[in-house]
């Protein structure tokens, strides 16, 4: 499967301020989604980043607060904008199969780990 | 959108015994089912998924059963082991979009 990698691994941020998330891959992969999950929680589906496009967000999640850019096929930003305590959570990247390989199937970066003070 | 429902919420069984997680969709479109494995602090990592197309798949000491009628899905773990305490997650969907279950914090007891 793919080589996902993900910056930072993990940051102390103040409220108010904004981070973006990189997400790289080391193969094309025709999908790459961003998710939530809080502290002993699911995962949380935020929005699916598509090449060329705007990001398709799921309900409750909007571009402003979350603005998400993929330039090409192997690389993906999450913005975290003007946060809160409320956004302290993990956040993962997402890669579904490769150009060549297995539809469906879902891999994970390694995680963000965010808090907000 | 779609909604997965998954039980228990923890747990616990003795080292060698089975377990099983049972999970329940609610959209009649959904497709694929993978199940994924995270331990504390780390990625989640798919250990076994089945499509609609197929009743039972089997890998080893795990298997994944779908009654697409019922729209519910399980996970049998045989002969578990202490390195199979971990929280485990299922998920549906169609295509390449999927959504989580809550979780089964599974703890093996040696």
């Known amino acids: 499967s793919a080589v996902i990698s993900q910056k930072p691994s993990r940051d102390i941020c103040q409220r108010g301020t904004s981070l973006t998330i990189q997400c790289q891959v080391d193969?094309?992969?025709?999908?790459m989604f961003w998710y939530r999950q809080q502290p002993g929680q699911s995962l949380t589906l935020i929005a699916t980043?598509?090449?060329?496009?705007?990001?398709?967000?799921e309900s409750g999640f909007v571009i402003d607060k979350f603005p998400i850019s993929r330039p090409n096929l192997t690389f993906s930003t999450l913005t975290v904008s003007n946060m809160s305590p409320e956004d302290s959570s993990i956040y993962l990247c997402s890669v579904e199969g490769e150009l060549a390989g297995p539809t469906d199937t879902q891999y994970f970066g390694p995680g963000t780990r965010l808090t907000v003070l | 959108g779609e909604n997965v429902e998954q039980h228990p919420s923890t747990l616990s069984v003795q080292e060698g015994d089975s377990a099983v997680i049972k999970c329940t969709y609610s959209d009649s479109a959904s497709n694929y089912f993978p199940w994924y494995k995270q331990e504390l602090g780390k990625r989640p990592q798919l250990i076994i998924d089945?499509?609609?197309?197929?009743g039972e798949k089997k890998d080893q000491r795990i298997a994944v059963t779908l009654n697409k009628t019922a729209k519910h899905f399980s996970l049998h773990i045989t002969e578990t082991q202490p390195e199979d305490s971990a929280v485990y997650f299922c998920?549906?969907?169609?295509?390449?979009?999927?959504?989580f279950g809550t979780g089964t914090s599974l703890t093996v007891i040696p």
């Open positions: 998920a549906a969907g169609t295509g390449n979009q999927f959504y």
């Open positions: 089945i499509r609609s197309n197929v």
């Open positions: 980043a598509n090449q060329g496009s705007e990001a398709t967000y």
């Open positions: 193969s094309q992969v025709t999908m």
